[in-house]
């Protein structure tokens, strides 16, 4: 991690550039920096060398690059309403140099791209990739998801809207049951992508991330955090059960 540092001025430096006053900014500022440290803590819960700890820290914290030009110029993070952010990321640091801010073997670089670019796509074609490229999805992904649910756990970051009623489409349901995560493009309302959120926790590759999410109680304090908890309850109660399980 001390090799680190030189990169976090790099960083701040890029980030200073947009409107901090704007808290959709500082949010993601902040989340990129818990990002990198829960990739810190796989990669120390995995046992792994010191040029994997490097890279994972440095890819949680580019990861959501892309995220501030996307806000600066589309004020949503929707990547369906504006463009995919990590595209965008992986053009900012490799096409438009900005990589070379950042301290970074250039043997390296396809790696730390893909990574970037895969971070957010909903499933993984794990034949795909090499055994290191695939070893870095999987923990900038657990380590993202592990940071979206903690803010999902606060609603004072990051507040879930929820309609009124209690429709859920019925193809989501059996997916969250199959234990499946659910797909963005197949959420038909509020309540159907609040389940998205929670079925989160099926697409988590690591027991340390399931631990964290379980033992740090976000899903309680998600459940907390919901009006429609008589609807809510037993599927929060579900994917408690499903990380606690013994099939990890
Ligand atoms: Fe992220």
Request: proline residues 1%; contains cysteine; aromatic residues 12%.
């Amino acid at each position: 991690m001390n090799l680190m540092n030189d990169n976090f001025d790099s960083f701040d430096e890029y980030v200073m550039a947009f409107d901090f006053n704007e808290f959709a900014i500082k949010r993601k500022y902040e989340h990129s920096y818990r990002v990198m440290r829960e990739s810190d803590a796989i990669v120390y819960s995995l046992g792994l060398e010191e040029d994997d700890s490097y890279l994972a820290c440095l890819i949680g914290l580019l990861h959501d690059i892309g995220r501030f030009i996307q806000w600066r110029d589309y004020h949503t993070y929707s990547d369906y309403k504006s463009v995919n952010h990590a595209l965008l990321g992986a053009k900012i640091l490799f096409d438009d140099g900005l990589i070379k801010k950042f301290k970074l073997e250039e043997k390296y670089y396809n790696l730390v791209r893909t990574a970037i670019e895969n971070h957010g796509v909903y499933k993984l074609n794990e034949k795909q990739y090499d055994e290191q490229t695939l070893l870095h999805l999987k923990i900038i992904r657990d380590a993202d998801k592990i940071d979206i649910l903690y803010q999902l756990s606060n609603p004072k970051i990051l507040e879930l809207n929820e309609e009124n009623n209690d429709d859920i489409t019925e193809e989501i349901k059996e997916k969250f049951y199959k234990h499946e995560s659910i797909e963005k493009k197949n959420v038909k309302n509020e309540n159907d992508n609040t389940l998205m959120k929670i079925a989160m926790v099926y697409d988590l590759n690591y027991k340390y991330s399931k631990d964290a999410v379980l033992e740090r109680g976000y899903l309680d304090r998600m459940l907390d955090s919901l009006k429609n908890k008589k609807l809510f309850k037993p599927y929060i109660e579900e994917a408690k059960k499903y990380l606690k399980g013994s099939d990890r």
